[in-house]
């Protein structure tokens, strides 16, 4: 039979080369946005997608439930890709701004993932991988809302894969760093939204360096990959018949991976402050 993967978060960068590799690999994939519109984009490119918001319990309850309308009832793998970003100094951070990007990138993603769970311990087999990031080993400054979110996930994730190791279910991070995607210029609204720059006695840090990171057109970073680097790990993840825990993408996730192993609190902040 061919392998069924809902993925969330498919509208660009990596959910949306995750969701084309994994179809020409032979998975049925249902791709799934926040927007209608992207949606109906996908379907133009031939990708079975429907609605599924990550912030809405209701979107969160009504897309799984389609899901499971089209695989009639089975699901052999879930990738939680669906994030974004809130740029901005921790002392500036209003509390409501942390609540909306953890219901996106934490409380929704478990949501999910618990459905998903119930309906692959009654097959009797499943695998759920979840998007993390670089960031989510280290902290880099004006990332502290988006760091924090991927530091809650890694721990969410690694006791899940616990307490489901007797399980014929598997659970695996994807770890990338600097990947070709729209988070940055999709932060820009939330930045806006939240951060009261001016007002901040930062505000000639703001200046002189992340206003220029989030409004100018930058080159890609040395070390950007494109996303098919993180589809090529995913499908090792999938296909591999006992997946690895974590799988790295980028030099800076195995550089950071290995630093914040071997290096003291002092000698990591000294590595992480210089971006």
């Not at 921790?90 to 409501?96: C, H, K, Q, T, Y």
């Not at 018949?241 to 195995?254: D, G, Q």
Request: hydrophobic share 40%; proline share 5%.
């Amino acid at each position: 039979m061919t392998k069924t993967i809902l993925i969330t978060g498919c509208s660009s960068g990596i959910g949306h080369d995750a969701a084309h590799g994994l179809s020409r690999a032979g998975w049925r994939v249902l791709a799934t946005c926040r927007k209608p519109e992207d949606c109906a984009r996908l379907a133009e490119e031939g990708l079975e997608s429907f609605v599924l918001d990550m912030a809405d319990p209701a979107s969160i309850e009504a897309g799984f439930a389609e899901a499971m309308k089209r695989l009639g009832g089975r699901l052999d793998a879930l990738y939680n890709n669906a994030a974004f970003a809130c740029p901005g100094a921790v002392e500036d951070l209003p509390a409501g701004a942390l609540r909306e990007i953890f219901e996106t990138n934490l409380f929704g993603l478990h949501d999910l993932t618990r459905r998903a769970i119930a309906v692959m311990r009654a097959q009797g087999h499943g695998r759920i991988l979840q998007c993390s990031s670089v960031l989510g080993l280290v902290g880099i400054k004006w990332r502290g809302a988006y760091v924090a979110t991927k530091f809650a996930l890694e721990g969410l994730t690694d006791v899940l894969r616990l307490e489901m190791r007797e399980t014929p279910i598997r659970i695996v991070l994807i770890e990338p760093g600097p990947v070709t995607s729209r988070i940055r210029k999709n932060s820009i609204p939330h930045f806006e939204r939240w951060i009261d720059w001016r007002a901040s006695a930062r505000r000639s840090e703001y200046e002189g360096s992340l206003l220029r990171r989030l409004y100018e057109d930058r080159a890609p970073d040395r070390w950007e990959l494109p996303p098919a680097a993180v589809t090529a790990k995913i499908l090792r993840a999938l296909e591999s018949e006992n997946p690895a825990p974590r799988y790295y993408v980028t030099t800076p996730t195995y550089l950071m991976g290995i630093a914040r192993r071997i290096l003291p609190a002092r000698a990591l902040d000294w590595v992480t402050a210089r971006g």
